[in-house]
């Protein structure tokens, strides 16, 4: 299966400041996604990053927060900008492993101040 | 889009019973439903999936099994012991591979299994 290498292992930031979030997979996937786990919270997805192409944002979350950059098929940035406390979470990239399967990285927990 | 509900959001059994978790989902595209532990300060792992053109799977003391028609998946754990401690998350997809989709999480349950 798939392996992901997602840095950094966690943060601590200040308000207002921004977070690249790296994701590095050892074989070439169409697609990646990225998710946001809030405190005791199920997984949300935040967008979809095809290569080539822009990122695809769910409801509730827009470019201008997390830019995407998908340069390749093994490898994609988020940045979370301009942080505030409210994006205190632990963020993770996934992506499609065997012909059903997900495989997940294994997360930036981000605490802002 | 795709919706999926899961219950209960807590769980306690002593050890050695059984603890059964139930998601229903909404969109009848969706074509495989995994099942995902996490410890915590740890990610997701895969304990097991199924897909829609299979009723039940096992795998030792794990079960999924999936009713179509009523868009409902349950996880059933046997013989649970305390390392199954842990928070539980059903999700659903139409699928991943050349035409990925996303995952759609339920809101977990937190199982804690009492020595």
């Known amino acids: 299966s798939a392996v992901i290498s997602q840095k950094p292992s966690r943060d601590i930031c200040q308000r207002g400041t921004s977070l690249t979030i790296q994701c590095q997979v050892d074989?070439?996937?169409?697609?990646m996604f990225w998710y946001r786990q809030q405190p005791g919270q199920s997984l949300t997805l935040i967008a979809t990053?095809?290569?080539?192409?822009?990122?695809?944002?769910e409801s509730g979350f827009v470019i201008d927060k997390f830019p995407i950059s998908r340069p390749n098929l093994t490898f994609s940035t988020l940045t979370v900008s301009n942080m505030s406390p409210e994006d205190s979470s632990i963020y993770l990239c996934s992506v499609p492993d065997t012909d059903y399967g997900y495989t997940f990285g294994s997360g930036t927990r981000l605490t802002v101040v | 889009g795709e919706n999926v509900e899961q219950h209960p959001s807590t769980l306690s059994v002593q050890e050695g019973d059984s603890a059964v978790i139930k998601c229903t989902y909404s969109d009848s595209a969706s074509n495989y439903f995994p099942w995902y532990k996490q410890e915590l300060g740890k990610r997701p792992q895969l304990i097991i999936d199924i897909r829609s053109n299979v009723g039940e799977k096992k795998d030792q003391r794990i079960a999924v099994t999936l009713n179509k028609t009523a868009k409902h998946f349950s996880l059933h754990i046997t013989e649970t012991q305390p390392e199954d401690s842990a928070v539980y998350f059903c999700a659903a997809s139409k699928g991943s591979g050349a035409g990925s989709y996303q995952l759609t999480f339920g809101k977990g349950t937190k199982l804690s299994v009492i020595p």
């Open positions: 074989s070439q996937v169409t697609m």
């Open positions: 990053a095809n290569q080539g192409s822009e990122a695809t944002y």
